[in-house]
T-cell receptor
Framework: EAQVTQNPRYLITVTGKKLTVTCSQN?????MSWYRQDPGLGLRQIYY???????DKGDVPEGYKVSRKEKRNFPLILESPSPNQTSLYFC?????????????FGPGTRLTVL | AQRVTQPEKLLSVFKGAPVELKCNYS??????LFWYVQYSRQRLQLLLR??SRESIKGFTADLNKGETSFHLKKPFAQEEDSAMYYC????????????FGQGTTLQVKP
């Protein structure tokens, strides 16, 4: 089944403890992206990647890192999480080219930072 | 700045009533607009895109450039339409970014 997967789905951690949220897609998509979803703010892009080894900042990149060593994987790294990073995180992917191509979203990762 | 505005946080209607979820966008030439839907405990998924001019699950959305709007409509709401709906536009440049509105929760009561 073509899909985007994320792990873990739920995570409770403490301030300052490094964590990684994994994202993987099996559709051979070039483009991948991370969003965070907060009440009243909708979804905001954190980082995106146009292809392997090509990443760039989105609208709210502070406190996050990403890497794209393989086409299928796009992990989100929080080196020193803080409570304001408590949020629902979504990974998305799509083919490159036409901008109206559908983006496919993962199931979401609910992160709580105490 | 490119923006998408959904003025209603919650829209509550009875089954069989017409539904209109409002979406306005900041002007910038020819935007590419989408409606995404998130059903309870499910992932965000594409409902429709303006370029396709399609009707999905009875929903339609017309781009009105004069009013910079892309309202989502359905003539007769069903209980299974209850979900969170996001209007989105494609960001400028080649970032692939989607700019989302704040979202509207549609509640269809029996």
């Amino acid at each position: 089944e073509a899909q985007v997967t994320q792990n873990p789905r739920y995570l409770i951690t403490v301030t300052g403890k490094k964590l990684t949220v994994t994202c993987s897609q099996n559709m051979n998509h070039e483009y991948m992206s991370w969003y965070r979803q907060d009440p009243g703010l909708g979804l905001r892009q954190i980082y995106y990647s146009m292809n392997v080894e090509v990443t760039d900042k989105g609208d709210v990149p502070e406190g996050y890192k990403v890497s794209r060593k393989e086409k299928r994987n796009f992990p989100l790294i929080l080196e020193s999480p803080s409570p304001n990073q408590t949020s629902l995180y979504f990974c998305a992917s799509r083919t490159s080219g036409l901008s109206y191509n559908e983006q496919f979203f993962g199931p979401g990762t609910r992160l709580t930072v105490l | 700045a490119q923006r998408v505005t959904q003025p209603e946080k919650l829209l509550s209607v009875f089954k069989g009533a017409p539904v209109e979820l409002k979406c306005n966008y900041s002007y910038s030439g020819s935007p590419e607009l989408f409606w995404y839907v998130q059903y309870s405990r499910q992932r965000l998924q594409l409902l429709l895109r303006h370029i396709s001019r399609e009707s999905i699950k009875g929903f339609t959305a017309d781009l009105n450039k004069g009013e910079t709007s892309f309202h989502l409509k359905k003539p007769f709401a069903q209980e299974e339409d209850s979900a969170m709906y996001y209007c989105a536009r494609h960001g400028s440049g080649n970032t692939g970014k989607l700019i989302f509105g704040q979202g509207t929760t549609l509640q269809v009561k029996p």
